[in-house]
């Protein structure tokens, strides 16, 4: 599977980075206490920071706002997944437990102020392009809704595009009957490699210790 950023993304974001984690022969089930009371934790530690601190003073938050602004999508219309995450937990409505994937997922996102998307690797067909979202694609997404991916940063395999920083697709969706994943993190574009390799190992490290399997990490510029 070969993954490429687009020639358009490039030249718009010359610093433009993803990092990737592929993971085999894992088992997701319900999360483990120590992933629940990280998350939780973690959440009512930032509800105290956000009642001194407004969200979009925060550097992750403020880049992936920024990057949506360029790229042609309002992000006071359309808020970044981890932007969405922040504003819930300001509200003092935390996230609840989905999974061990999706709440590792949650953490990681919350901690590094950045989105990051986990796939079903399986559901995922051919290579894999990183591109603006053209005028009239669509996806089923996992809010219940069909989004319009017109100027939204996307993922796209052969059979359409299937996840974004904003909301990913249910296509591609990882469940307990997963075991080969793809973990995308939306780094900051300001992100030094050396700095994103050390952020993605640390990911890997924890999401191996309560799934098993292995991964292999890699940084996309």
Partial sequence: MVINISKDLKTLFPQFKIGIITYNHITISGSPQMVKGRLQLFQESLFFDLEEKNITEFAGIKEWRSIFKQ???????YRHSAEAMYRRIKKQNYLQSINSAADINNFFSLKYEVPIGIYDLDCINGNIDVRIGA???????????????KNLIIL???????GSPFVDSTRTNVNEQTTNALQVVFLRHSIETVE??????SLKDMFIQVHGGN???EVIV
């Fill in 156 to 162: 796209s395999d052969s059979l359409g595009p299937f």
């Fill in 135 to 149: 005028d009239g694609e669509v996806y089923g997404g996992l809010n219940g809704r069909d989004n319009s991916l």
């Fill in 71 to 77: 790229t042609g999508k309002d992000p006071n219309k």
């Fill in 215 to 217: 991964g292999q990490v």
């Fill in 196 to 201: 994103a390799q050390a952020l993605l190992n």
